[in-house]
């Protein structure tokens, strides 16, 4: 592997790019670390936020519109304004409330979970309401209670046509998830910019950052294709 | 069994059943026609309050179904509905869709439901389709499944909403078959269909239903054969 970066390296500097391979495989450990952080941030965001989610579209379906309001203007604050902004108010005003002193780990978790769960609710809305009518209606008239009706006929058939949304969601908290190094949570990103701060050079370190997203949101692509003709055949 | 006195039901600012009174007594096949808008699918639905009820009482073996108080799910179980478009569970195979609710809504064994499920299976001539998802299936199978599902429930009154109106013509026979079964077994039936031969050999009586009114209800000879009303007159002469 390192024999191999340095033939490129070579090979880059024969036609007068200087590319420093030696940062790269200095900085590989740190990067493999951060890599596993951005893996766990998104992967809990994502969790979080589909339990969050459900009861959040659950509460914004209520046929009461007092019961609907919170819910839906829940959706509007986190869809409507920037993560980053979120993620300096949860960082810096919520959290300290909670902790001290604040670890940034925690507060991308919260941001990407509460704000991954205003779009899962909206995935879970749209795939509960596509399926037909006629489902609910059988299910009630064989005496089935409404908990009865959501839990055995509706889900099971509203998440395989949510598995795609909910797929893109993850990959978009994934790459979002890289905001936590602005406030210095030892994410993928975090890795990048300490290379650059001690290199001063920027190619390299931000390069392979780009390469390693590249390489995760790319293999999730394909897995979940996978996952969603594996559901599609049964 | 069933006892109607002066349901209307609205949606919106349509009135869809401007005053229904009808008894049903046990045992019998009430065959309900009328053109498509008349209000007889709605009427139907309002049997088992799948669709609330505007106005009016609707009473299954004297409870009146439009009391708040009523644990709606409870009389449900004892009236079974079969729909126009089948509505079995895609996800659920043939057996799971039947045992389903005979394990959350009635809370049976595993074991009993399933035996009783093939027993109901076989009635209805699928006793090898038991494994298969519903996709696998004809028009004509999928509605005897759901009428098995429903006879899971061991209901005493089933309602059949235009139940052969989906399919191709040849399965239609089949369907009606298995019908014919549960009529001569004595189930209490109200059947909303367009399918006057059916209506002429198995109804104990027809109800005409037109803009939401019962225009004329009569013995299936008597009101075929020598209708009343001018409106019934009209539709008939157009099916017959």
Known sequence: ????????????????????????????????????????????????????????????MSPLFILRLP???????????????????????????IMSPVNPIASVIVTLSLNSAAYVAEIFRAGIQSIDKGQAEAAHSLGMNKLQVMWYIILPQAFKRMIPPLGNEFIVLLKDSSLGAIIAAPELLYWGRAATGQYY?????YLTVALIYFILTLSLTYLLNYLERRLATK | MISVKNLKKSFGDVEVLKDISVEIDPKEVVVVIGPSGSGKSTFLRCLNRIESITDGHVLIEGVDITDKKV???????EVGM????????????????????????????????????HALLKKVG??????????SLSGGQ?????????????????????????????????????MKQLAKEGMTMVVVTHEMGFAREVGDRVVFMDEGYIVEENEP???????????????LSKVL
């Open chain 1, 1 to 60: 592997m390192i024999d191999f970066l340095m033939f490129i390296q070579e090979r880059l500097a024969d036609i007068g790019i200087d590319f420093r391979m030696k940062i790269v495989i200095e900085y590989f450990p740190f990067f493999m670390q951060g890599m596993l952080k951005t893996i766990g941030m998104s992967l809990a965001g994502v969790l979080i936020g589909c339990i969050l989610g459900l009861f959040i579209a659950l509460g914004k």
């Open chain 1, 71 to 97: 819910f839906v203007w829940y959706i509007n604050f986190f869809r409507g304004t920037p993560l980053l902004v979120q993620l300096f108010l949860i960082h810096f005003a919520v959290m300290p409330l």
């Open chain 1, 201 to 205: 050079r920027v190619w390299e370190p």
């Open chain 2, 71 to 77: 644990n709606i799910n409870e009389i449900r179980t």
């Open chain 2, 82 to 117: 079969v729909f126009q478009q089948f509505n079995l569970f895609p996800h659920k195979t043939v057996l799971d869709n039947i045992t389903l609710p005979m394990i959350t809504v009635r809370k049976w064994k595993k074991a009993d439901a399933e035996a009783k499920a």
């Open chain 2, 126 to 135: 699928l006793s090898e389709k038991a494994k298969v998802y519903p996709d």
């Open chain 2, 142 to 178: 999928k509605q005897r499944v759901a009428i098995a599902r429903a006879l899971g429930m061991e209901p005493k009154i089933m309602l059949f909403d235009e139940p052969t109106s989906a399919l191709d013509p040849e399965m239609v026979g089949e369907v009606l078959e298995v």
């Open chain 2, 221 to 235: 000879n008597q009101l075929f054969n020598n209708p009343q009303n001018e409106r019934t007159k009209a539709f």
